[in-house]
């Protein structure tokens, strides 16, 4: 509702209605009031798009092996990042069934007041996503897991606000699982399960099945698989 009414949406960013005002307050001050509200949204918009965009992508034609698609990587962290939107869903669901009981007076202040914990998530994952990810999708599927992962173990070792804290690492440990999969077949079996080429190390083309044992000859077209 106040999105819908103080907050004009354009293509690329939610934007404060430049004539909108309060008979309390002064169209200058409503918009320095609702500036950090229309950052937070802006950011959630962006986390939307890429959560939303990622795991549409399962449904291209391709199977799971379409290097094209985004990494495992790149999913995981964004079901991990779409089980964090619920939780602030539910919370909005919470402070919306307070308003409407109308049992105690709730204004705007107090409800900037009460998401404000959220608001400050929601920039920090913002910004992470706009640094980590954002700035990468040109890159190679290898690069941009690399990236990602990195950027998280960053976020987690500088975090020192317990909450956000907690969700960067569930954010993180989520995001490896692609990878500990692949290193678990590797080491377990042999073979490098790597279907949309994300793994650090690749396999080259010209190394022919061996044993670990005896070096390895070297024949074109063929992959390498220890036994």
Known sequence: MIVQWLLKNTDLEF??????????????????????????LNHLRSLHDFISQTLDRRKD????EDSRKPPFTYEAFAEALSNVMNLLSADLLDTEKKIKAKQETYTLLSFFQE????????NSFGVFYKSA??????????????????????????????RLFSLFVDLQLKSMAPYFRMIGVWLTQGRLEDYRSEFVYGVHESIVHCKLSQEPTEIEGQKIKLT
Do not use: Y
């Open 115 to 122: 998401i404000s914990a959220w608001m400050n998530i929601i």
């Open 15 to 40: 934007m404060v209605n430049e004539k909108m005002c309060l008979s309390s307050l002064m169209p200058l001050s409503l918009r320095f009031g609702f500036e950090k509200f229309r950052i937070t």
């Open 133 to 162: 990810v954002t700035k990468n999708v040109k890159k190679a599927n290898w690069e941009k897991a690399i990236v990602l992962l990195s950027a998280l173990d960053q976020a987690v070792n500088s975090c020192h606000e317990p």
């Open 61 to 64: 034609i391709g199977g799971i």
